[in-house]
């Protein structure tokens, strides 16, 4: 910090990360008052647990390597131009680095790693949703930790980085994540999903699917206002909130300084403003109209249409943001439903669809509607395109998603470790715990009676 | 002698960077926190895996598997 706005610009810089992570934390809480709400009565803590002790797996994971991926990473490795890890951006961003640690020579890296880390639990309890009330715990968090501190952080080297593979050659743009946290996320849950097998009753003999309801609609409901209130630190973390044209060093001439995206290429924050709030009411809108006012329909309408604009939210009309956020909330929904009876997939909270349809079907569209705009201020990287934009979400949903989280849950399975009993399942995973609940009342009428005969 | 490496405040702080305690511990400190993550996946399984056994020994009757074999 040699100058006075040097500093102050650092200082900036550093507090509205660190703001963006205290609001990205009403995400997570959001999603475990929406998990809690959606299982029933006898599985309440081991669903409230399992979401929750995901952060602290996730947090230090990412802490011993995720975050290193994420600098190392870019070119593939030996995807772009046969080239490899890039150590030496890596080491100032290792677990062993002086950097990582108290420092006052770099005052940025410690909330970016932290910006990071929340999307990293954000991608982990997409997962948690959809697989509640017959996975064991265990192996949850074992595949928690190799969604949010590996596949989804290798994905954001590839295409969530200036100097990413994707974004050089398939022009691939996702400016808040449709594809990087949303697709991949419902990707991978997808895959968890065919392994595990839908919860006990949910479908008939004749495999007809019965709907298991939330136990606290009302519960589910908060929990999605929750994760709206959240995305807004969400979509402000995506941004780099001041940079000169020489801190980029592309070919933007002239002084202006800037936003801009993670991409480094300029935008506004008043434009991502109004383009999140107009996905959002598409969305809405949409899951309303679709679901014949279904509350959790609804609500998750919303969080369906901000994803699926959200790749180029950056840039869009808030007109386009809105009718992209209609459109595939529309086709999310009917996907659901159409998976679900087709292949008897049991997504308990829709997660599947609202994270990982709209994700893909928002970079596909994303490349039709920004065609030609140029993927980074840095010469020679492809231009936005739909080819780039849909071999992206393929990367995204399939690659990195459905195919980890797949081979992860056959591991598991194979060692008999993925899914509870099914006499536990019946019970209820709080079984116990409400045995113990009783015991302890019983004892309290004991008590009582024995005061009663003294008297 | 300090554990930081900063012993006084006497300094230019353009010229100050880690100051975190037992600095040159990193690699150490990382081998303790994976021990600590591996061991805690390890330990955890195990115990829910074995409340299932206990769970399953304990109340899985027949009324259980009756109403199991009966899900449609």
């Given at each position: 910090m040699g100058?006075?706005?040097?500093?102050?610009?650092?200082?900036?810089?550093?507090?509205?990360?660190w703001l963006t992570v205290a609001l990205m934390f009403l995400i997570h809480v959001g999603f475990c008052m929406y998990e809690v709400g959606a299982s029933r009565r006898r599985n309440h803590m081991h669903t409230l647990l399992k979401n929750s002790m995901l952060i602290p797996l996730v947090t230090i994971t990412f802490f011993f390597f995720g975050w290193w991926i994420y600098w190392a990473f870019p070119n593939g490795p030996f995807i772009y131009q046969g080239q490899g890890l890039i150590l030496d951006m890596a080491a100032g961003n290792a677990p062993t680095s002086e950097t990582m640690g108290t420092n006052l020579s770099d005052r940025i890296t410690g909330v970016f790693w932290a910006a990071f880390l929340l999307f990293s639990w954000t991608a982990a309890s997409i997962v948690s949703g959809s697989v509640i009330e017959r996975i064991n715990s265990g192996a949850f968090w074992i595949l928690a930790v190799m969604i949010g501190s590996g596949a989804w952080i290798i994905d954001a080297a590839w295409g969530w980085h200036y100097d990413g593979w994707m974004v050089k050659m398939l022009g691939y743009h996702d400016a808040y994540a449709s594809g990087v946290i949303h697709g991949i996320a419902g990707g991978f849950a997808l895959g968890v999903l065919v392994v595990l097998g839908p919860r006990l009753g949910k479908f008939s003999s004749s495999g007809k699917a019965r709907d298991i309801l939330p136990h606290n609609p009302w519960l589910v409901c908060i929990g999605l206002f929750l994760i709206y209130t959240g995305f807004w630190g969400f979509y402000v973390a995506c941004n780099v909130p001041l940079i000169a044209p020489d801190g980029i060093g592309g070919e933007i001439?002239?002084?202006?300084?800037?936003?801009?995206?993670?991409?480094?290429?300029?935008?506004?924050?008043?434009?991502?403003?109004?383009?999140?709030?107009?996905?959002?009411?598409?969305g809405m809108l949409m899951?309303?109209?679709?679901?014949?006012?279904?509350?959790?329909?609804?609500?998750?309408?919303?969080?369906?249409?901000?994803?699926?604009a959200s790749a180029g939210n950056d840039l869009y009309h808030p007109i386009q943001a809105m009718v992209i956020g209609a459109v595939g909330t529309y086709l999310a929904y009917k996907l659901h439903y159409w998976v679900e009876n087709k292949f008897k997939i049991d997504d308990a909270v829709g997660a599947v669809a609202v994270h990982g349809y709209a994700g893909f079907i928002g970079l596909v569209i994303c490349g039709f509607v920004l065609w030609g705009h140029p993927s980074s201020p840095y010469a020679g990287y492809a231009a936005i395109n739909p080819l780039g934009q849909l071999v992206g979400a393929i990367i995204m949903f399939g690659v990195l998603g459905f195919l980890p989280g797949w081979i992860g849950a056959l591991v598991l399975h194979k060692f008999g470790l993925l899914r509870i009993p099914k006499e536990v399942e019946l019970m209820g995973l709080d079984f116990a715990t409400d045995r113990e609940e009783a015991a302890a009342a019983e004892e309290v009428r004991d008590a009582l009676k024995q005061i009663a005969v003294s008297k | 002698m300090s554990t930081t490496g900063i012993t006084t405040w006497a300094v230019d702080l353009a010229d100050v960077g880690a100051v975190y305690p037992f600095q040159g511990w990193e690699f150490i400190m990382l081998i303790v926190g994976l021990v600590f993550w591996i061991w805690w996946h390890v330990t955890t399984f195990r115990s829910e895996l074995a409340q299932h056994d206990h769970k399953v020994t304990t109340y899985g009757g027949a009324k259980l598997s009756e109403a199991l074999d009966s899900n449609d």
């Open positions: 100058s006075n706005i040097d500093a102050i610009t650092t200082i900036f810089t550093e507090f509205y990360y001439t002239g002084e202006t300084w800037t936003a801009t995206t993670i991409y480094l290429t300029p935008t506004t924050l008043g434009a991502i403003t109004v383009n999140f709030l107009m996905s959002l009411s598409g899951g309303y109209f679709v679901s014949k006012g279904n509350a959790f329909w609804t609500y998750s309408g919303g969080l369906a249409g901000i994803i699926t | -």
